[in-house]
T-cell receptor
Framework: SQTIHQWPATLVQPVGSPLSLECTVE??????LYWYRQAAGRGLQLLFY??????ISSEVPQNLSASRPQDRQFILSSKKLLLSDSGFYLC????????????FGPGTRLTVL | SQQGEEDPQALSIQEGENATMNCSYK?????LQWYRQNSGRGLVHLIL?????REKHSGRLRVTLDTSKKSSSLLITASRAADTASYFC??????????????FGKGTLLTVNP
């Protein structure tokens, strides 16, 4: 089965600082990868997804970007954080052509001050 | 707009009771899934029901799907304190091929009191 790693687990950053969150996947190859953001007490908002190396689709216009430099690595970045970027960021993996189950990492709690 | 909407937003029951959560959606789906999230953690997949299925069981979980009403329900029988978590439904679009994107609801917070 798949294992999704995310780091850091918790991050406190000042407004205007850069951001880099990393997600790596074990136990599968060529997965679809996803970044979600979850505001407190809310559902998940899909930010980006990727079906292959270098292939990124953005779901909502925002201050963030994503990259997939390797098959099982997905990075979420920002050049200058905003207060509204605070939230719980989740990475997920899905094996194509199998039931559409997504496997989630443990998440990163980002607080922008 | 949100594809999946869970109801109720919060549910508090006593251990041993059954818990029922509902999910409504708007567009045609390939399948509907239920996930669980413990506080501050990632989501864990519980069960998937396809659009041509009406009911599915897994342990203490029972899921129903009514595509005519565009709704699903998740029943947890004989609840335990450890079932305390948020439960989300997610829908996969009926677009053919690999279903890349799931649309998640806002979730139901279930509290099971000992």
């Amino acid at each position: 089965s798949q294992t999704i790693h995310q780091w850091p687990a918790t991050l406190v950053q000042p407004v205007g600082s850069p951001l880099s969150l990393e997600c790596t996947v074990e136990g599968t190859s060529n997965p679809n990868l996803y970044w979600y953001r979850q505001a407190a007490g809310r559902g998940l908002q899909l930010l980006f997804y990727s079906v292959g190396i270098g292939q990124i689709s953005s779901e909502v216009p925002q201050n963030l970007s994503a990259s997939r430099p390797q098959d099982r690595q997905f990075i979420l970045s920002s050049k200058k954080l905003l207060l509204s970027d605070s939230g719980f960021y989740l990475c997920a993996s899905q094996v194509p052509r199998s039931p559409d189950t997504q496997y989630f990492g443990p998440g990163t709690r980002l607080t922008v001050l | 707009s949100q594809q999946g909407e869970e109801d109720p937003q919060a549910l508090s029951i006593q251990e041993g009771e059954n818990a029922t959560m509902n999910c409504s959606y708007k567009t045609s789906i390939n399948n509907l899934q239920w996930y669980r999230q413990n506080s501050g953690r990632g989501l864990v997949h519980l069960i998937l029901i396809r659009s041509n299925e009406r009911e599915k069981h897994s342990g203490r979980l029972r899921v129903t799907l009514d595509t005519s009403k565009k709704s699903s329900s998740l029943l947890i029988t004989a609840s335990r304190a450890a079932d305390t978590a948020s439960y989300f439904c997610a829908t996969a679009p009926n677009s053919g091929g690999s279903n890349y994107k799931l649309t998640f609801g806002k979730g139901t917070l279930l509290t099971v009191n000992p």
